[in-house]
């Protein structure tokens, strides 16, 4: 069963691994609502976010995305 609880998504996290430690910073959240996704994508570039909601490609917010409750997180390596 999914959980509808509400998800804090910091933007940057510090992973203590073996057999190295890691940063990584938050690269994109895809949603999943009423068999349909989305995907809100950081541009690396500009530091923007950029929803991807099937035709329409609009600049958007983190914070508006979390309140959608996110489905999948995705963090990438930084410092490498």
Do not use: M
Not at 4 to 12: A, G, S
Not at 28 to 54: C, E
Not at 55 to 79: E, M
């Amino acid at each position: 069963q999914r959980l509808n609880n509400p998800v804090d998504i910091p933007e940057t996290i510090f992973l203590p691994a073996h057999p190295v430690s890691a940063n990584y910073e938050l690269h994109s959240v895809i949603n999943h609502t009423g068999g349909h996704y989305n995907v809100l994508i950081r541009d690396f570039q500009s530091g923007k976010w950029v929803l991807f909601d099937d035709s329409r490609v609009t600049f958007s917010s983190l914070q508006s995305i979390c309140k959608r409750q996110p489905y999948i997180i995705i963090y990438k390596q930084i410092g490498v």
